[in-house]
Structure formats: C-alpha cells, structure tokens
C-alpha cells in the first residue's frame, strides 16, 4: 500500500510561480514511476509530467518550458515546479504512483492551484 500527500497549492497571479510537494509513504520499493495529473473544471483530467525510477521525466506540451518534475528519493518526495503560471493552468493536481507489476495506481487527495489576478 502507498500513500501519497500532496501539498503547494494555492492562489497566484499570472506570471508568478508555485512548487508543488508529493509525499509518498508505505511500500514505496514497489513504485515504478510517479507523475502529477491535473483536472479543471468540465475537463478531463490530463497527465502533467512524470518521472520514472530510472530518473526519465517528460513533460505535457502544455507546460514544456514552465514546469520541471523532481524528485528527492531520500525523502520520498516528487515536487512540481511550476514557473510562468497562466490562467489555464488552474486545476486540482493530483499526485499519481504507479507500482511495478500487477497492481492498480495510487493517488493523492489533490490540491487545488489557482492562476488569477
């Protein structure tokens, strides 16, 4: 079993800049990758960036050159950086694990960004 908490959300002005935080507990051996979605309202929920164990991100065309996804494995942590916010970036973005082998994903609560002057 994984758990994961994230945290970073908030209300920013366009242009301004926000890090996201995702804290992963429990069978974290059995984590493969991880990743950030976000879902905006009336809008399907969309994968943001990931990251693999070995370290291989990407990122969504939608955010090349404006988010960067991390991670620091001492403390189990995948963090989203997020520069040059717009408005269409406001969603709840949600931390995602996906294990190895046979097994379903993992998800975090969200947490909700806002882009708004």
């Known amino acids: 079993q994984v758990q994961l908490v994230e945290s970073g959300g908030g209300l920013v002005q366009p242009g301004g800049s926000l890090r996201l935080s995702c804290v992963a507990s429990g069978s974290v051996y059995s984590i493969n990758a991880m990743g950030w979605y976000r879902q905006a309202p009336g809008k399907q929920r969309e994968l943001v960036a990931a990251?693999?164990?070995?370290?291989?991100?990407n990122h969504a065309d939608s955010v090349k050159g404006r988010f960067t996804i991390s991670r620091d494995n001492a403390k189990n942590t995948v963090y989203l950086q997020m520069n040059s916010l717009k408005p269409e970036d406001t969603a709840v973005y949600y931390c995602n694990a996906r294990p190895m082998g046979k097994g379903h994903d993992y998800w975090g609560q969200g947490t909700q960004v806002t882009v708004s002057s």
């Open positions: 990251i693999t164990s070995g370290g291989t991100t």
